[in-house]
């Protein structure tokens, strides 16, 4: 059963944090589940740009490291996210750039899958189970599925020396991550609660696959 309370953003007016923070709920089987809804401050397009600096080796950026500060607030226990890609004006917040070609598209999709994994263990380690992008784009929402495919197979062809990343990268891609392009409500009250119900009967072998990750993956 999901209990965490999520920790609130800091009060500070000089350094105004990357993500808005709230709550909402999700209902499955009578039961209320709290679930944190991540908003960006700003609109941002990704285009070729993107994809050139994707293809050189990352790290954490401070939005990251906020993010994944936030949600170990919460406490290690099962709980729901949502990335909304979209405001409560409407306002998109972040999208492709239409210029991009469809196989461009798809290997933004891939890249962005592949540079935020290292992020996706994190949030996994302080019991982020289920992380819902809603109100994506059509395009966006099928490359960055494309993404979770792709990297899926690479994973089936060739594995990470260290069998235990393997098992959590590949939990993540399969079970984890979500594209939608319904609203965040929708979402919520329509598709999760049965997701819920079937991350609840696989959360022991979630831990478990968090307690044998080497924690220089976490750190």
């Not at 993107?50 to 099962?78: C, F, H, M, N, W």
């Not at 004006?89 to 798809?106: C, I, N, V």
């Not at 992008?133 to 062809?157: D, F, I, N, P, S």
Request: with cysteine; charged share 25%; hydrophobic share 40%.
């Amino acid at each position: 059963m999901l209990q965490a309370r999520f920790g609130r953003q800091p009060q500070d007016a000089d350094t105004p944090p990357p993500f808005l923070l709230s709550e909402t709920t999700v209902t499955s089987q009578g039961t209320v589940y709290p679930m944190l809804v991540v908003t960006a401050r700003a609109c941002r397009v990704f285009g070729e740009e993107r994809i050139e600096a994707l293809k050189q080796p990352t790290s954490l950026s401070a939005a990251d490291r906020y993010l994944i500060e936030q949600t170990k607030k919460g406490g290690s226990r099962v709980h729901l996210a949502a990335f909304r890609a979209a405001n409560e004006a409407g306002d998109r917040l972040w999208s492709f750039d239409p210029k991009l070609t469809s196989s461009q598209a798809e290997e933004l999709g891939y890249l962005i899958t592949k540079s935020l994994l290292p992020v996706h263990r994190r949030l996994m380690a302080n019991g982020v189970a289920l992380l819902a992008h809603t109100e994506c784009g059509t395009r966006e929402c099928y490359a960055m599925r494309y993404g979770v495919r792709r990297l899926l197979t690479e994973l089936e062809q060739q594995p990470h020396a260290d069998a235990a990343l393997t098992d959590v990268d590949r939990w993540i891609l399969r079970n984890m991550l979500f594209h939608f392009a319904l609203d965040l409500e929708i979402v919520t009250s329509s598709i999760l609660p049965n997701q819920i119900r079937m991350i609840e009967r696989r959360w022991a072998r979630v831990s478990d696959l968090v307690t044998k990750l080497p924690p220089h993956f976490l750190d």
